[in-house]
Structures are given as structure tokens and as C-alpha cells.
Nanobody
Framework: QVQLVESGGGLVQAGGSLRLSCAAS????????MGWFRQAPGKEREFVTA????????SYADSVKGRFTISRDNAKDTVYLQMNSLKPEDTAVYYC????????????????????WGQGTQVTVSS
């Protein structure tokens, strides 16, 4: 059973940056795509970005393209989300999750393709 732990959230002013990390324990992540999702108060959880198992393919929501970058270090079983030019509308709890299928070439964008979610980390962007 894998456990995912997100970290790096916090309070930042608009235009600032944060780097989130998602570390795994229990089992390796290196053969699975990984995704980041977020949920703002009163809203449904939404896809942010995902990366395939070896880092060769990524996908981004239109709302974060050009501002966010996903990466992974399989040797450390860790996935990162670099968030730049943050906006108040980026305020949410951010979750990482592991793909249910090994060796997916194109990282899934649907939350239903993911299992083993982390507990989330709060990101608050002030205006």
C-alpha cells in the first residue's frame, strides 16, 4: 500500500511562487503516472497537471499552462509542482495521486483514473 504525502503549501501573495512536493512511501511511484488536482471551497475537485511514469509526457489544465510545471524524481519517489505567477483563483487544497495503471504513456487527466490520494496541502494566494 503506497502512502502519498504532500508538502510545500502555504500563504503567498499574488504573483509569487510555491513548490509543492509529493513523496511516496510503501511502494515505488516510478512505474506510474502521477497527477496533481485541486479543490477550492465550494467547488469540485479539478485536474491541474499530470506526468507519465518516466517524465516524458505531461498534461496541464488550461488555467495553469505556462505558470505551473510538474516534474518527478523517480530515484526519490517524489513528484513536484512548481507554481509561478500565482493568482488568487489558484487558492485551493492541492492533492497528488497515483495512476491506477502502470506504464501509462499519456498521463490521465480524469480523477477516476487515479488511486491512492494524499491528504492535501493548502495553497492560499492573497490579492
Amino acid at each position: 500500500q503506497v502512502q502519498l504525502v504532500e508538502s510545500g503549501g502555504g500563504l503567498v501573495q499574488a504573483g509569487g511562487s510555491l513548490r509543492l512536493s509529493c513523496a511516496a512511501s510503501g511502494r515505488t511511484l516510478s512505474t506510474y503516472a502521477m497527477g496533481w488536482f485541486r479543490q477550492a471551497p465550494g467547488k469540485e475537485r479539478e485536474f491541474v497537471t499530470a506526468i507519465n511514469w518516466y517524465g516524458g509526457s505531461t498534461s496541464y489544465a488550461d488555467s495553469v499552462k505556462g505558470r505551473f510545471t510538474i516534474s518527478r524524481d523517480n530515484a526519490k519517489d517524489t513528484v513536484y509542482l512548481q507554481m509561478n505567477s500565482l493568482k488568487p483563483e489558484d487558492t485551493a487544497v492541492y492533492y497528488c495521486a497515483k495512476d491506477r495503471t502502470k506504464y501509462t504513456r499519456a498521463p490521465p487527466t480524469s480523477e477516476y483514473e487515479y488511486v491512492f490520494w494524499g491528504q492535501g496541502t493548502q495553497v492560499t494566494v492573497s490579492s
